[in-house]
């Protein structure tokens, strides 16, 4: 009878452990989950291999929130639509960006969130979306993947046949140029040598050619002052005989006024020349 009120008494202390354990369970689950909570978008371009629902969304390392959904763009198979849930205190700035973050080796892999400035002002919803959508870069792996590739097509592009073919006559000029110079070494040895004559030559001709620039820059000089001194002399030869001239054509203008009045005169008179042009005396009978 005794062993089995300690085996009662037993049962029922596990019980009651067990009752407890699980009531702190439900309270922790219950507080965490009174946590309050924003919904995000974002859309990522590349393959999400390793990503899972629940998955954790971090912003620079730290644990900011879950990954709610994953799904393929109706509208694009290439793109991915991710649904997060962050909590609602993290300031979500219009500088967020998402990328995807691989941890090592392990393959998991978790949505990354960093600011790329300093601003404060909050992403808001976009008139066509039903939450904030974040924008995307490509992560680390899938940006050198596209480098490699691009690298890959660059030297493809160069290694062409038509490339081949351009340098196979390049080596072909060049052994041309190679075999002509060895034919010609001589002559070029001798060109060297008289390359210092030459420079020197050519610098003596430049000094000569300023100096004769001096010169033509001197006489135009000396030109220009010997056109200022002839123009004030033909001002002063003007100043001078211009008003004689101007009296003399007036007079030679009066004489020739009176000679062609005595012209007229004796073509109607011709008697003038025997009693001048005063008027003849009056005859008997005649009145003034």
Do not use: C
């Not at 205190?89 to 998402?98: F, L, N, R």
Request: glycine share 4%; proline share 6%; net charge negative.
């Amino acid at each position: 009878m005794e062993a089995k009120s300690n085996y009662m008494l037993v049962g029922l202390s596990v019980l009651i452990l067990g009752s407890a354990l699980l009531s702190l369970s439900l309270w922790l689950s219950v507080s965490y989950d009174q946590k309050s909570y924003k919904t995000y978008l974002t859309y990522i371009d590349e393959p999400v291999a390793g990503l899972t629902e629940e998955s954790s969304v971090k912003y620079n390392g730290v644990r900011v929130g879950i990954v709610d959904s994953i799904q393929l763009d109706q509208h694009n198979p290439e793109r991915v639509i991710l649904v997060l849930r962050i909590e609602d205190d993290v300031p979500i700035t219009e500088s967020t960006v998402a990328t995807l973050v691989s941890q090592g080796i392990t393959g998991n892999v978790y949505l990354g969130l960093t600011a790329t400035t300093p601003t404060l002002k909050l992403l808001k919803k976009p008139p066509n979306a039903p939450y904030p959508v974040i924008p995307s870069k490509p992560s680390f792996f899938h940006q050198l993947e596209t480098d490699v590739r691009e690298m890959t097509a660059d030297v493809k592009r160069i290694f062409s046949e038509e490339n081949a073919q351009n340098l196979e006559k390049t080596l072909k000029n060049l052994e041309a140029l190679s075999k002509v110079f060895a034919d010609n070494n001589a002559s070029i040895d001798e060109t060297l040598k008289e390359l210092p004559k030459v420079v020197k030559d050519l610098r003596s001709s430049i000094r000569k050619f300023d100096d004769m620039a001096d010169s033509v820059s001197t006489s135009g000089k000396q030109f220009t002052v010997t056109m200022k001194a002839g123009k004030n002399s033909i001002d002063q030869i003007s100043q001078q005989t211009l008003p004689s001239m101007t009296e003399l054509m007036r007079k030679l203008n009066d004489v020739a006024a009176n000679l062609e009045k005595i012209s007229e005169d004796m073509r109607q008179n011709p008697s003038v020349l025997l009693r001048g042009t005063a008027p003849p005396k009056l005859g008997p009978g005649e009145h003034p």
